[in-house]
């Protein structure tokens, strides 16, 4: 029988690589350290605040826009943390995590033709998105560290040159995902500028930005000279709190950009979980006075040191993270050619799964890494330690 064909938006999105190594991971028994969530439990406060709204029978259709407790927490927040005081009614929408804001972002501000640059590897969600908005992808690479960058990096010609195309978008993620990178404030104020010069709309998302380590820093683009009305800002609180089940997001941008965004959530989800806002906004609230954001930073920082001993121990070159929550180690020196048939492998031979970095490239002549995340408890990545020791027993080419 044959069925209805589906539309051609869609015809080259495959299965997510997350989905294929997570069902690997459960075929093969294997220690997961490959999708990027933490198998540890939130805080009780958080989940606490959860369970007391549901009780208080906040369970009914939340305003559109969010409810107004959340979108105060995160101006009071945003104040904290830029020192610019912003609107809760016009400035702050909420929705249902950042993956529907970025979706919303691309529906209410592209149009069929419109060019977005993105920096690639790049969140899987973010083509698809632009995709499904009629627009064209101007991917710009970062590339691994070397002996004389030691960061991710990008050629800034190359960076200037797609600016020049006038992109109607740039889509930036600081803190990165997959390469860990926090971008600098040289980098931040190089990007600034193109926006300025070129009438770029700067979307940033900053999912991770309360994980940085050492000596780094995120920096809001929204808060460099003259950026804040061209700039919507993303967050949610799924990394940040350990509960991405969640899926509660916000964007903060001036209220015209802000309206945009709405035209589009209020058809997508039109709102989001009413019980979770409540309790995300008391996450958001006494996190800043209880020391949450400071043991935050203190655990994940531990946790980046089992996963890079772990690591390190199997003798192949390592990039360390600067933010967010992933290592990625360099598999060319086995011998082998494509780390996606690495990743496969690993999981059914040895029992790990990681993510190929190759996935987040739209061309595929990507750098051969695997990618392998920290959000987990210790005993998880010890456990997969252990089964990486057998990694120099199997022959990889
Ligand atoms: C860079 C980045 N953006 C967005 C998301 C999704 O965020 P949310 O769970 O709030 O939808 C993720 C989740 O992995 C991510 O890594």
């Known amino acids: ?68 407790g959340l979108r105060q927490a995160v101006a009071t927040m945003w104040r904290t943390r830029t020192g610019i005081d912003i609107d809760p009614l016009a400035e702050v929408s909420v929705a249902s995590g950042a993956t529907e804001l970025l979706c919303d972002v691309m529906l209410s501000f592209i149009n069929p033709g419109d060019a977005v640059v993105i920096f690639e590897p790049a969140y899987d969600a973010y083509v698809p998105d632009i995709i499904m908005a009629g627009g064209r992808v101007i991917p710009v690479r970062l590339h691994p560290p ?112 802000n309206s945009a965004l709405r035209a589009s959530h209020q058809w997508v989800t039109f709102a989001t979980s009413t019980p979770m806002q409540y309790a995300s906004a008391v996450a958001l609230m006494q996190a800043e006075s209880n020391g949450y954001y400071t043991q935050l930073v203190h ?11 772990i690591l390190s121990q199997t ?28 990743c496969r492998r690993l999981v059914s031979e040895i029992g790990v799964a990681a993510i190929p970095i190759t996935a987040f490239y739209v061309d595929p002549d990507a750098p051969q890494l695997a990618r392998f995340c920290f959000a987990k408890k210790d005993e998880t990545m010890r456990a997969a330690g252990e089964r990486l020791r057998n990694l120099h027993t199997i022959a990889w080419r």
């Not at 539309?7 to 093969?28: D, K, N, P, V």
């Not at 007391?52 to 409810?67: F, H, L, R, S, V």
């Not at 994940?300 to 001993?309: G, K």
């Not at 990039?319 to 048939?341: E, K, Q, T, W």
Request: hydrophobic share 45%; proline share 6%.
């Open 315 to 342: 003798g192949l070159p390592l990039i360390d993270a600067a933010g967010s929550y992933f290592i990625s180690i360099d598999v060319a020196p086995l011998g082998v050619s494509d780390v996606r048939v690495f």
């Open 146 to 257: 070397t002996a004389t960058n030691p960061v991710w990096h990008y050629d800034p010609q190359v960076l200037a040159a797609a600016c020049a195309q006038k992109p109607k978008l740039l889509l930036l993620n600081t803190p990165h995902n997959p390469t860990g990178k926090v971008f600098s404030l040289a980098e931040l104020t190089e990007i600034a500028d193109l926006c300025k010069t070129h009438d770029i709309l700067a979307v940033v998302d900053e999912v991770y930005d309360r994980l940085v380590y050492d000596q780094h820093v995120h920096i809001h683009l929204a808060s460099l000279p003259d950026m804040w009305q061209r700039t919507i800002s993303l967050n949610s609180i799924g990394k940040t709190f350990s509960v991405t089940g969640w899926k509660i997001g916000w964007a903060i941008a001036p209220a015209a950009l």
């Open 1 to 68: 029988m044959s069925h209805p064909a589906s539309a051609s938006r869609i015809a080259s999105f495959g299965t997510t690589i997350f989905t294929e190594m997570s069902a690997l991971a459960i075929q093969h028994n294997a220690v997961n350290l490959g999708q990027g969530f933490p198998d540890f439990a939130g805080p009780d406060f958080v989940k606490n605040a959860a369970i007391e709204a549901i009780q208080a029978d906040y369970n009914q259709y939340a305003p559109m826009p969010g409810t107004l």
């Open 299 to 309: 655990e994940y920082s531990a946790r980046r040191v089992i996963l890079r001993d």
